[in-house]
């Protein structure tokens, strides 16, 4: 017996070895677990936030790199505009001192053959930004009234026009084929009473308007040292200035409400401009040789029955065929290099029947930038009228019907009063 319980408690005590060993193992099992399982978990986080953080600076980056190159392309796109308007001011320049030097050759050359020097030629020509010359003849004395009473400012307004606007207005006219006749006589007196008139070394008639045309830009130009020259019918109504105002305005509070301003991303004006020559001019100030006016392309006329017939169709190839582009004749404006120009070649400048189409014909082979302005021959009310109240009111009103407003004399007045600027908006003109 006493060997039998020395048995058992040596497989006893062999048990409890065996199980503290196992709790042992397990123990450190679990602890080399922990160990291993836990750090791959805190190094697996580590990286995910580093992967984030570079992810992160990756887009600011980028963000920042494509504002600078939106920044640069915008500096750019401003650096070419600023650039082509550079150059198109240094070809107007170059242009204008070309023509200014043919024509002091023209009068070089002139000098040398015994042509006597006119007072006007003789002194320097005065500055102004637009010269306009109504066309008139000696039976239009009631239309050129009309013009005064309307759009033509008259006496000390007309002189303040020239002075601080540059713009000078004349009626153009010749003389009679009867040297000192009453109708030169009438256009003297007429002259005496308004100051208005430039007379031209040129005889009138219906057929004569080609000739009128080149010397009258000669005659300009001889005393008028301006950016543009205008031809206009003594039929047509003018709105001769600029006037800008803004009728919307969104106003917004900042944190501080005793503090108003205008927030540059919400504010909203609609700007809009009326009384239209000096502007529309005026945008195409830094252009050389330019045209502008609207430009149609007519039907040669090769009927002698009819009114705007052409004796030199057969120029224009068929019958059927169309003229080249021009400015309709009711107005136009040209720059002073093409006016220039008329003026030093005006004696092998070809005369077409049609004046629209012989102005049209002398820049044939030039480089010249011909402008199709529509609110040059816009119609007569409610056409103007319409316009005006949207905004954009007309440089110029006539109907196509009677190339001119028909009956003027009678119309011309409520035209002016549906269609006009108002008589402030060419002291208001920028230019």
Not at 79 to 100: F, P
Not at 239 to 248: P, S, T
Not at 378 to 405: H, L, M, R, Y
Not at 408 to 417: F, G, I, T
Request: hydrophobic content about 35%; charged content about 25%.
């Amino acid at each position: 017996m006493k060997g039998k319980g020395g048995a058992l408690d040596r497989r006893s005590s062999a048990r409890w070895r065996v199980l503290v060993l196992c709790a042992f193992s397990f123990g450190l099992g679990m602890l080399f677990t922990n160990r291993f399982w836990t750090a791959p978990d805190s190094s697996n986080h580590i990286m995910s936030q580093r992967r984030r953080q570079d992810q992160e600076l990756q887009l600011v980056s980028e963000d920042c790199n494509t504002k600078r190159k939106h920044g640069a392309d915008k500096d750019i796109m401003g650096e070419v505009t600023r650039t082509h308007e550079a150059i198109q001011l240094l070809d107007k320049s170059i242009s204008t001192l070309q023509m200014e030097l043919a024509a002091k050759r023209s009068t070089l050359e002139l000098v040398r053959k015994g042509v006597p020097v006119t007072s006007e030629t003789s002194q320097p020509r005065k500055k102004a930004f637009v010269v306009v010359g109504v066309n008139t003849a000696f039976s239009s004395r009631k239309r050129r009234d009309s013009v005064r009473e309307t759009w033509m400012p008259q006496g000390e307004k007309l002189l303040q026009l020239e002075e601080q606007k540059g713009i000078v207005i004349r009626f153009t006219i010749g003389h009679s084929a009867t040297s000192n006749s009453i109708l030169d006589k009438a256009i003297d007196a007429e002259d005496a009473q308004h100051h208005d008139f430039l007379r031209l070394d040129h005889v009138e008639g219906y057929h004569e308007l080609s000739a009128k045309t080149k010397i009258f830009f000669s005659t300009a130009v001889g005393i008028w040292d301006a950016d543009f020259y205008v031809k206009v019918d003594d039929d047509v109504h003018v709105n001769l200035g600029a006037f800008y105002f803004f009728d919307v305005i969104t106003f917004f509070w900042r944190k501080n409400p005793t503090q108003l301003y205008l927030s540059p991303c919400r504010y909203v004006a609609h700007e809009k401009k009326t009384g239209m020559l000096a502007t529309t001019l005026a945008r195409h100030k830094s252009k050389p040789r330019t045209y502008i006016g609207c430009m149609k392309s007519g039907p040669v006329l090769a009927d002698k029955n009819l009114k705007y017939h052409e004796p030199e169709s057969w120029k224009f190839g068929e019958d059927g065929n169309k003229y080249f582009r021009h400015a309709t004749g009711q107005i136009y404006a040209i720059s002073k290099d093409l006016a220039t120009y008329i003026s030093i070649n005006q004696p092998i400048l070809h005369k077409y029947a049609n004046e629209d189409v012989s102005l049209g014909s002398w820049f044939i082979g030039l480089e010249v930038n011909h402008i199709d302005e529509r609110n040059m021959c816009c119609g007569t009310p409610p056409d103007c009228e319409w316009k005006g109240q949207a905004g954009n009111v007309c440089v110029a009103s006539f109907d196509w019907s009677c190339s001119g407003i028909c009956k003027s004399v009678e119309r011309l007045k409520d035209v002016h009063a549906r269609c006009g600027e108002g008589d402030s908006s060419v002291w208001s003109a920028l230019i």
